[in-house]
């Protein structure tokens, strides 16, 4: 037990979750070797970005031990385009920063993990091959291949998105209409930039994506000048362990599956990774209690798309979901 003890765990992708175990491991005096994609920056599928959340963050900071509050700031006003109706209301989110910048959420964890001894290593990870004696966490987000190599039920999602310079305030616009599909799109910005997305689990093409640029001039006034294709999947269940592997954040299904809000299902599930390899009868309760309102939430998620549902009955199941807490009780 000892000489197992002395093994360090490994953990592949080094993103809020992979990071979030690695420093929990730590607590628990563990070695980690932590392998993330190469290039800049390291959270391949979220560049420079705005990401915002409603959640509690002191209750959040001490589940995870971690002072993280310097990464999150207030959203100060939030709209919503819903069908066509403008909805000003004051906020619950909380913004902040993805990507690899100074001040941004992954570069705050990237720092405590490396000054409390975690070995990052920049180097392409085949999974299959990653199997050691000891326990191994995945925690490679919305990359495909680890769906497949477990397979775990997943569905695709395709979108778009685009950033660049701004003086604005810590602010969110959330539009959801016929060309956001099945989902829906936001522009947040903070840290001098601003960001937006549109995504779906069915698709956007380019005539959603037109529809969706033309919404955003008139609404408020911007034009991006680039555009990239993002692609990726979700989970379609929730495991803690499969297979020999633990698995942590989007991979483990702690991802809200209505509005896919996943950043403090993300670290919340790092912890429980880390607790896994210690005392793996606990990590489970505590992962099950997480996802357990996820369910309800799936379908509220597939009532949403029933065509027959008309556009007023749609906002009500948007109200609904709200209702029901992204990561049970912190
Ligand atoms: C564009 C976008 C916008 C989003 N907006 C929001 C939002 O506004 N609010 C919100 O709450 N959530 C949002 N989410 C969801 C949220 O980002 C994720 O739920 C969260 O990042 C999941 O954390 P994770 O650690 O599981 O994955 P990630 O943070 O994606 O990290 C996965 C890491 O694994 C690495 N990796 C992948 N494969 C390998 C491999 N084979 N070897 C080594 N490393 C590998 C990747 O490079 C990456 O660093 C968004 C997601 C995306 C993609």
């Not at 990507?99 to 920049?122: F, P």
């Not at 529809?211 to 989970?235: E, K, M, N």
Request: proline content about 3%; aromatic content about 10%.
């Amino acid at each position: 037990m000892s000489e197992r003890k002395n093994l360090p765990v490994q953990i592949i992708g080094g993103g809020l979750a992979g990071l979030t175990a690695a420093i929990k491991l730590t607590d628990y005096d563990r070695q980690v070797i932590l392998y993330d994609q190469p290039g800049e920056p390291d959270s391949a599928e979220c560049y420079r970005s705005v990401h915002t959340t409603q959640f509690n963050l002191d209750k959040t900071c001490s589940y995870l031990d971690l002072d993280i509050t310097g990464c999150f700031e207030r959203v100060e006003s939030e709209t919503v385009y819903l069908y066509g109706r403008r909805i000003t209301k004051s906020s619950r989110a909380y913004a902040c920063e993805r990507g690899n910048a100074i001040g941004s959420l992954d570069h705050t964890l990237k720092t405590i993990a490396l000054k409390k001894g975690v070995v990052i290593n920049y180097q392409p990870v085949a999974t299959v091959e990653r199997l050691s004696d000891d326990k191994t966490i995945l925690a490679t987000g919305l990359n495909q291949s680890a769906y497949q190599l477990l397979n775990i039920g997943h569905t695709e999602l395709t979108g778009y998105e685009a950033r660049m310079a701004s003086s604005k305030r810590v602010t969110l616009t959330s539009f959801k209409d016929s060309y956001t599909g099945r989902d829906f799109a936001y522009i947040a910005s903070k840290n001098g930039i601003v960001y937006t997305l549109l995504f779906s689990r069915n698709g956007v093409d380019l005539k959603n994506l037109v529809d969706y640029q033309d919404h955003l001039r008139q609404t408020t006034g911007l034009i991006f000048p680039r555009w990239s294709q993002i692609r990726g999947c979700v989970p379609l269940e929730h495991h803690l362990f499969k297979n020999d592997y633990i698995l942590a954040g989007t991979l483990s299904g702690v991802i809200d599956p209505f509005f896919l809000s996943g950043v403090v299902g993300a670290m919340v599930s790092g912890r429980i990774a880390a607790m896994a390899v210690i005392d793996p009868p606990n990590a489970l309760r505590e992962h099950q209690r997480f996802v357990k309102n996820f369910r309800i939430k799936q379908h509220l998620y597939q009532l949403m798309q029933s065509r027959l549902l008309p556009a007023g009955a749609k906002i009500i199941v948007i109200f609904l979901h709200t209702l029901f807490r992204d990561v049970g009780k912190l």
